[in-house]
């Protein structure tokens, strides 16, 4: 009985734990029952940055999956409340760079050296380089030209030279010009001119000599064209020059306070037709302290000349020195000295003068403002006033003219590269100055002798010079000049222009042609002549003769035909004006030569 109730109850057992299941999984659950959530405490103090992170991260599955065939029961995870804002969107505030930034990488290319390397850590002596041969641009060092033109021009000029010698120098040259009008007795020049030279150079020294021999023929050709003489025959004049001249220079060498010094002598005889005669004779020299910044020197010359004609036999002498200090900087220039000169032979008189200048820079590199005062005295020479004026007369009067303070300021410098430029305006106070003026004598009146405003006079003017350079091939170049005179006892500044303006320019073409010219514009001036009283008791009554200004133009041209020879010709008075810069003496109107140079 016992083992009869033992399997009811197992039968039992086995049915409920067999259908109790199966039915549960087949019964649909009306209210899920809440979930047991888990949360962390972390996630309560979420920041924006967090849920940033959150809203970008891709949703995830946060059920945890119960495996099948367990309990119904599921565990849900909860990190944070997920509450979407837009104005937690990052937006992108930037622009996007287009540029292409790819480096370049060039193609290298690898050559090998057929060279052995050498290890060896030795300083190997540098082999001396050998200069190349110079090649000259000129064939030779010898020259030549010849040449015809109108007016029965003939002319001529060789220069002959040792060679590119840099230690001697050794040379001669000739010259020879000569026209003759046919349109005016008489009127007609011939100039010549020879000479030697010599350079030698020491370690330290410099020397330099020369000779030279001038002679000019002329003949007094002028009258007046509103009376002209019955019977006229004009009297010939020439000049001769002997003059020669040797100088030693110490040799510039780069060293601190660097002692320096020249010395010259030089002179000449001259004499005219009529037997005036002057020898001269000066010793120059002068010695230089160089100390830092700062130059201390002595100058000094003795002028020692003899003058003679058919009234009187002068000695006349000077002696000056020129003791200066200089202090030079990179922006500023100072001269500081005095001019000591005396007089001795017909004259006996001392004079001391400042001399003194000044150079500041204003802009740099480009311009510089100077001032200048200085004095000397000015000796009257016969050959000085004869290259002047060929028509001097005989028994000139000597006396030596004084700059008693001569004062002028100015700019210089440079306005644009190739440019530059000078101008001053100046105020001199001259005591005796001289003047060419026509003679008192009767008759011709066709030579000139010098006078002297008695006192002191006062010139006023200004000086303008201008040069522009572009290149090696083009130099353009002009000068003006004004003057105000204020004479003492003279009534005109005889034959002394008081404008004057010169310009001129060489213009490089090729290498094979060149071409050049000239202008000179020169002012009115005045002269005298003198008419001659009824009474003898009379003096001679004076009249006032205005010269008109006039314009002057000049060109030439040349050619290079090959390295040896080249033809040339020139022009003058292209505007064939009849010119007087003498009282009575026309110029020659249009002239033209032109000839043949020679390289040998």
Do not use: C
Not at 422 to 437: C, E, G, Y
């Amino acid at each position: 009985m016992k083992f009869k109730y033992i399997y009811i109850a197992l039968f039992s057992l086995i049915i409920v734990f067999y259908f109790a299941p199966a039915n549960a999984q087949n019964k649909t659950t009306k209210k899920k029952a809440p979930a047991k959530t888990t949360q962390n405490p972390a996630a309560k103090t979420t920041t924006t940055t967090d849920k940033k992170t959150a809203a970008a991260a891709p949703a995830q599955d946060t059920t945890k999956k119960v495996p099948t065939g367990s309990s119904l029961s599921e565990e849900i995870v909860v990190t944070t409340n997920y509450k979407p804002v837009l104005a937690d969107a990052v937006k992108i505030r930037i622009n996007p760079d287009l540029s292409d930034k790819t480096p370049f990488k060039a193609p290298l290319t690898y050559i090998t050296l057929d060279k052995r390397l050498e290890r060896n850590t030795d300083i190997h002596q540098l082999e001396a380089m050998k200069m190349p041969p110079e090649v000259d641009s000129i064939s030779s060092n010898n020259y030549a030209r010849i040449g015809v033109g109108n007016y029965k021009t003939t002319y001529g000029e060789v220069y002959v030279n040792n060679g590119p010698d840099q230690a001697l120098q050794l040379g001669a040259y000739a010259k020879h010009l000569a026209q003759s009008s046919t349109s005016i007795n008489k009127q007609n020049e011939i100039k010549d001119e020879v000479g030697v030279f010599a350079r030698g150079i020491t370690d330290d020294n410099a020397f330099t000599g020369r000779l030279t021999y001038n002679r000019l023929g002329t003949n007094f050709y002028g009258f007046d064209q509103a009376n002209p003489p019955g019977a006229f025959s004009p009297a010939a004049q020439h000049f001769n020059t002997l003059s020669g001249e040797g100088e030693m220079t110490k040799r510039f060498k780069d060293t601190t306070n660097a002692l320096t010094y020249a010395l010259k002598l030089d002179g000449y005889i001259w004499n005219d037709a009529f037997h005036a005669k002057e020898n001269n004779l000066v010793l120059t020299g002068f010695l230089n302290e160089t100390i830092n910044q700062f130059y201390a020197g002595l100058g000094a010359s003795l002028d020692l000349s003899t003058q003679t004609d058919s009234l009187y036999s002068y000695n006349n002498n000077i002696l000056r020195l020129n003791p200066y200090l200089k202090f030079q900087g990179d922006n500023y220039k100072i001269d500081a000295g005095l001019n000591l000169a005396r007089e001795f032979g017909f004259s006996s008189r001392v004079f001391i003068f400042p001399a003194a200048k000044l150079e500041l820079q204003v802009i740099p590199k480009y311009v510089r403002v100077f001032a200048e005062v200085n004095g000397d005295v000015n000796k009257s020479s016969l050959r000085d006033f004869a290259s002047i004026n060929p028509y001097i007369g005989q028994d000139i009067n000597i006396i030596n003219s004084v700059d008693k303070l001569d004062l002028s300021i100015g700019l210089k410098g440079m306005l644009a590269p190739g440019l530059g430029f000078k101008a001053d305006v100046f105020h001199n106070s001259v005591k005796n100055l001289p003047m060419f003026a026509n003679t008192t004598f009767t008759g011709i009146n066709n030579k000139f002798s010098i006078i002297y405003d008695g006192g002191n006079s006062t010139i006023t003017g200004f000086n303008g010079e201008l040069d522009f350079k572009a290149s090696d091939d083009f130099d353009l170049f002009g000068r003006v000049e004004f003057r105000n005179y204020v004479l003492a006892t003279e009534a005109e500044p005889w034959n002394l222009p008081k404008f004057k303006l010169t310009a001129g320019t060489v213009i490089h073409i090729t290498n094979k042609l060149s071409v050049n010219a000239t202008l000179l514009y020169r002012g009115s001036t005045y002269d005298r002549t003198f008419t001659v009283p009824a009474l003898p008791t009379e003096p001679p009554v004076q009249h006032i003769v205005t010269i008109n200004g006039f314009a002057d133009l000049n060109g030439g041209v040349e050619y290079k035909i090959n390295g040896r020879i080249s033809i040339f010709g020139q022009v003058n008075n292209i505007l064939n004006t009849t010119n007087q810069v003498w009282l009575y003496y026309p110029n020659y109107g249009f002239n033209i030569f032109g000839g043949v140079g020679l390289h040998f």
